[in-house]
Each structure stands twice: as structure tokens, then as C-alpha cells.
């Protein structure tokens, strides 16, 4: 791994490299063609087409060495070699402009002088082109600039050491500014390197966890297909018991004790019909199949038919079940009156399953933006935080001393929550220990116009 890294690093840094090589042949044949035409009356002729030939000659190099990079598929094996010669075409061609401070500078002084600067220009250049590999741009500048130094302090022409002087301090500016480049651009391209890993690695957990999330998916299909034809399969003869023990539970002629079997036969049967249809409805839920109707209803009788379901119940247990619906609160709505039915049935059953005495309230008032809210409240047993965290996990109770008083799944309030959820709606509790608990939700409803 870290050769790898290593190896794409240096990859990064000589694409940098050859990336910059036309613009510096450009520059550099600009200034052949430059100081040739110059100087053609100044300069020694043949010395001056000789130092053209070979610049010219070593530019081409250079070309032929681009040409082949562009073709290349740049591998562990090649990248050093590829490297080499960079580095060694380069500094000749260091040497090579250099090399005019000894064979075609002119004695005067102005052509001098414009020359320097068109020596000067390129190694500025050279900063930027050769900034990730800043001991060949160190060499490079030597090459380049040094024989100028030696020339003009060896000079006895006035003003020459002042030149010298000056060359050498712009030197080590130069040199100082390339550094800082150097850094910025080698830090610019580990970090590019780092973001392409990055963005690779993230490619590849996003492709792991689709192919899980697919497989999640097929599980649970496959899950909900089984539930769905176990249900039916198990609903159908459980149907059949509850229809006859309710038929038997009517004839007047049984004794006492037989009817007492019976009830409890159709007892145990509806609650096993409840738990049937729980867990199915838990099941659509978890693989995102159970869709919301969209119909016109009246939220009114909906609740008042729910309350109706306990009042037996409430009586028998001496509790009060009171409803606050306002007259400013519409009673026809846009939505899925059976799952609201569901909610409250559900949340309606947990008060009254919890509470021994005193009373339940059912609060409905109109919320902001098309939302209705809705309160169940409580005189039972209360609840401390760490029950209330535990709440809408499905299969799970507040505590086990709880599940083996009252009974239950454990997934009503799991369902209630899912169902609340898909009406773009929240739920909460408030409660405290001993005092009682209050169950609050809102869900968007439209009112019908």
C-alpha cells in the first residue's frame, strides 16, 4: 500500500512536469530565436549558430521524450526512467543556455543586459515548471545563472561586481520562492491524491452497501411474502374458531362452565388474530410496502368509533374516558382513516392496559401547516426516561416486570410510530413516574373544501 502511494505520488508529480514542458518550449525557443537574430552583429557567427543548433537539437530531445511520455502508460518499472531523462535533458538544456554567458555575450553592455533578462525570465519560469521537484530546479538555476555570476564578477567593466551581486541576491530570492511553491504544489498534490482515495474508497462502500441494501431488500420481500401466505394460511382456520365459539358462546343451553371455556377459546383466539395482523402490518412496514389511502373521511366519528371499542372495557375498570374535540376543528379530512384508526387504537389500548383507576383523556386540536395534533393522557403507572427510550423498538417493553403484568408484543407502538412517520407526522411522550403519561402525535391531514 505505501509503495502504491509512493508510486501515485510520484506519478502526479511527473505528469506536473510534463504538463508544463510546451509552454517551456515556447519560452525557450522564443529566446533562441530571440538572441540569435539580436546578436547575429555582435556575437561571434559561428559560435552563435553553433549554441542555436544544440538548443534547438536538445529542445528536440526534449519533444521526443514528450511524444513518448503522451504514449505511455506510466507502470512502476517506467516512471524512474521517464524521470531520468527528464532530469538530464533539462539540466542540458541548463547548460546549454548557460553556456551563452561564455560563447555568444556580446561587449556591450545593453545586450548584454537583455540577454541576462531573457536568462533570467527563463528561470523564473523554471519555478513554476520545475516547482514539485525543487533540487532539480536548484541545479537548473546553477546551470543557468551561474556562469553570468563568474563572467561579470571576472568583468572589468565598471558596474559588473554591482550586477554580480545583484544576480547572486536574485538567486537565492528565486530560490527562497520556489521552495514555498514547491511545498504549496506538492501539498496540493498529495492532497488531490488523498481525495481521488477517498473518493475511490467511498465509491466502493457506496457499490458494498447498494449490493447489501438489494440484498436487505430481497430478504425482506421475501420475508413479507412468507409472513403474508403464513397469515392467510393461519387467519383462516383462526377465523373459523372465533366465528363458532362466538355461535357457541350465544346457545343458552351450555352450562356455566363450558361457557366460561368458550369465552376464553374466543378470547385467546382474537388475540391471536391481533398478533397475526401486528406482525404482518410490522413486516409491510420494515420492507416499505404498505401504502396510505387517500380519501375523503369524517376524523370525528373515526375517533368517537374507537372510543366505543373500550367503553366496555373502561367501565369494567372503573375508568373515565373523555373526548375534547373543538368545534373550530374540521371534521372532514383528506387521508388514511383506517391506520389513524390503528394509531389510536393502539395508543388508546396502552392507556387503558396501564391505568387502574382515574381517567383517559383524548385531546384534538389544529396544528401549523395542514397538521392535526393529537394527546392521549393518562392517570396510569408513568414512565421514567430510560422506559420512554425503549418505547418504539419493536418487540420491546418498557421493562420485563412490565411485559409479564400487563402482556403485549411490544410492537404496537413500533407500528404507530412507522405509520406516523409515513403521514409526514411525529410523536413524543411526556410522563412521570407514577403519575401518568401522555402520548402526543401530529400528522398532516388536508380538510376537505
Known sequence: MQNNTSFRIKEQQISYLFAALPSAFISILSVILIALFMLQEYAETTLLYIWTATNIFILGLRFLLFLAYKRAALTPNNINLFYLLFTVLTLMTALSLGSSALYI????IFYQVSLLFMIVALSAGASISLAPKIKLFYIYVLFILSPYVFIFLLSDENGSDILALMLMLYMGILAQSAKKTSQSINQNIELAYNNEQLILQLQKETKIANEQKEKAQEHAKAKSK???????ELRTPLNAIIGFSQILARSETLPKKEQSFIKKINLSGEHLLKLINSVLDFSKLEAGQLELEHEKFDLYSVVHNVLAQFSSQATKKKVTIRLEYPDSLPHIFIGDSLRISQVLTNLIANALKFTEQGEISVLLRESENE?????????????????????????????????????GTGLGLAISKEIITKMNGTIWIESQKGIGSNFIFEIQLKEEV
Open 105 to 108: 555575450l556580446p561587449k556591450e
Open 226 to 232: 412468507f409472513l403474508a401466505n403464513m397469515s392467510h
Open 371 to 407: 397538521r392535526i395534533h393529537f394527546e392521549i393522557q393518562d392517570s396510569g403507572i408513568g414512565l421514567t426516561q430510560e422506559e420512554i427510550s425503549k418505547l418504539f423498538q419493536a418487540f420491546s417493553q418498557s421493562n420485563t416486570n412490565t411485559a409479564k403484568l400487563y402482556g
